[in-house]
């Protein structure tokens, strides 16, 4: 086993060491997802993985590769629709206890999200994907993570097109506009994980993956970011790096 | 007249869609997309399409590829890791050729699910605050003027009931002329069945003027009557029925055959190039008679190899 790792691998550990056994995580595809399976194989066995199309708890024995693939529908715990997907999103019972992962090709200082377009909307310099179901599962679950790939043109202070709101202007703004609750809680990314001020809803760095510094983290956000409570996260570990290369992903079909 | 619904795919698209119809597909990103009813819509030429969906991919992609759809309703334009945004719906939206209102999955859903129930519009806190409800890709005066669009995109009001103010949203019910759907089984009289995950197969179909389906296996009603809670749709709602095997092709059918990854990833790579799709239009589908050609044309051999294992409902990928 290989002790060096790519940044893909270390954001997606990162990602993993916070899912926890109590967690009924939303997942779309890609490293979210391995963050999710290498969780549930390893520390976090009794959390729920579920997707907006409607599978709930699939035994996820290969890889899927859109959230509609027929992968998340076998060993599931119920196999419904989209609204059903989105009810668990919202219920008293279950919606408080849903950790949603998304990610966005633009994101904001409060973690709002853009996957729409880049440049103007009538005439866009670059159709996106829009928003499926991100701008739902940031509107209505009780909490969200971001996962982002670390770069100034992705890290900006004014979205092209707000698709998922986060904490939209700042402390307080997710009820004036009417949101019931949820907010982002923190932002993986290629070089560390960021958190929001608890006062200000504004992002700021948490910790720095060992190769990567506070200042040069700075220098691949487009906007000002509070490095100085920053901690290094620890490397991941031989057994972190075998779970994610030999059990999540050993056909490497999205850890390239 | 039971078998007055068991048609031709030909007979099902010139009898039910026509030039301005509202449509929408059934499926998902890369699952039972009705590719079969699609091939047809493409072989007619039937254009200035108005399509309401949730997640399109292949069969929304080759659409509008063919320049056949003059207005869209959609949440997401993405095939997974087959195209991070689907080719041609990108081509379009950029280069002004295509006109798209953005909603979310769970607005859409919402949507369907108000048409089905002959509503106007339903609640929802999705979307507050963002530019979904913002930002409008139809005028008021297109709004106006196209009968299938509804009047406003989205709505903030007031929760009625409760003394506290409280936002919410309300979206407008999606009513389609036809809705088109590829399933497992499907009886000549009209029963539906779906294995897997339904989508918003049922929302979709309840909510819309007519209903095409196209299915893997014809089986007699007697069947599908003897454990009709499995059942997905009742032959009230269900207008036209194909038998067309492999119809999802090169998208999966759950238990049926797996997505076809290799066609997926020439297509996206073949797409960006306005001749090589042409080809591929031409190649897979003007050229032919029926979409019957088009599984030969791809071959007993290479669709073998996509046959889901009947446990998994998939096939296992080779280590």
């Known amino acids: 086993m290989r002790a060096d790792f790519t940044e893909m691998e270390m954001m997606t550990i990162a990602c993993a060491r916070r899912i926890g056994n109590e967690d009924i995580v939303f997942c779309g595809t890609g490293l979210p997802l391995l963050g999710a399976m290498m969780a549930k194989k390893t520390h976090a066995p009794n959390c729920v993985i579920f997707f907006e199309t409607g599978a709930l708890d699939p035994a996820l024995d290969e890889i899927p590769l859109t959230v509609g693939d027929s992968r998340v529908m076998h060993g599931a715990s119920q196999n419904g629709s989209l609204l059903d997907a989105f009810f668990y999103m919202q219920n008293s019972r279950t919606g408080p206890n849903v950790l949603g992962i998304l990610s966005g090709a633009q994101i904001d200082p409060y973690g709002n999200l853009n996957s729409t377009v880049i440049g103007d909307y009538d005439k866009p310099d670059a159709r996106l994907p829009g928003s499926g179901g991100a701008c739902d599962v940031a509107s209505l679950v009780g909490r969200t993570r971001i996962f982002m790939k670390h770069e100034k043109r992705r890290f900006v202070e004014q979205l092209d097109y707000m698709t998922s709101p986060g904490w939209l202007r700042g402390i307080g703004s997710r009820s004036e506009v009417g949101l019931p609750r949820g907010g982002p809680e923190l932002v993986i990314t290629t070089l560390g994980v960021l958190d929001f001020d608890e006062s200000t809803r504004r992002m700021r760095l948490s910790s720095h993956y060992s190769y990567a510094e506070p200042d040069g983290i700075q220098e691949s956000t487009g906007f000002k970011l509070d490095t100085s409570h920053s901690k290094e996260e620890e490397n991941p570990t031989l057994e972190e790096l075998e779970a994610l290369r030999e059990v999540v992903d050993p056909l490497r079909l999205i850890l390239k | ?319």
């Open chain 2, 1 to 319: 007249m039971v078998t007055a619904k068991l048609m031709t795919s030909s007979e099902a698209i010139s009898k039910f869609v026509c030039a301005s119809s509202s449509i929408s597909l059934g499926g998902f990103t890369v699952n039972r997309n009705p590719m079969a009813l699609v091939h047809e819509i493409i072989r007619q030429e039937i254009g200035n399409l108005h399509v309401m969906m949730h997640s399109g991919s292949q069969a929304l992609d080759l659409l509008i590829g063919a320049g056949l759809v003059r207005f869209l309703e959609i949440a997401y334009g993405a095939n997974g890791r087959f195209a991070s945004t689907c080719i041609r719906f990108r081509k379009a939206v950029q280069d002004g050729s295509l006109q798209v209102e953005d909603y979310s999955n769970f607005q859409m859903s919402l949507r369907f699910l108000a048409g089905a129930m002959g509503v106007p519009y339903l609640p929802t806190y999705a979307g507050l605050g963002s530019d979904i409800i913002s930002k409008w890709g139809f005028s008021k005066k297109q709004r106006s003027t196209v009968e299938s669009l509804p009047n406003e995109k989205l709505i903030v009001t007031s929760n009625p009931f409760n003394s506290i103010p409280e936002q919410l949203v309300i979206v407008p019910a999606a009513n389609p002329d036809v809705t088109l759907l590829h399933v497992q089984q499907a009886s000549a009289e009209g029963l539906i069945r779906i294995e897997g995950l339904a989508f918003a197969d049922i929302e979709q179909a309840r909510a819309a003027e007519h209903v095409i389906v196209t299915c893997e296996e014809l089986v007699p009603s007697d069947q599908l009557r003897k454990e009709s809670w499995h059942n997905s749709l009742p032959h009230l709602l269900v207008d036209a029925v194909v038998h067309h095997p492999y119809g999802a092709h090169p998208t999966a059918c759950f238990l049926y055959y797996d997505y076809d990854a290799a066609h997926l990833n020439d297509y996206r790579s073949l797409a960006e190039d306005d001749e090589s799709f042409e080809a591929y239009l031409t190649r897979h589908i003007t050229s032919l008679e029926s979409f019957h050609d088009y599984v030969k044309l791809i071959g007993t051999k290479h669709l073998g190899s996509l046959l889901a294992s009947k446990e998994l409902g998939y096939a296992r990928r080779e280590h």
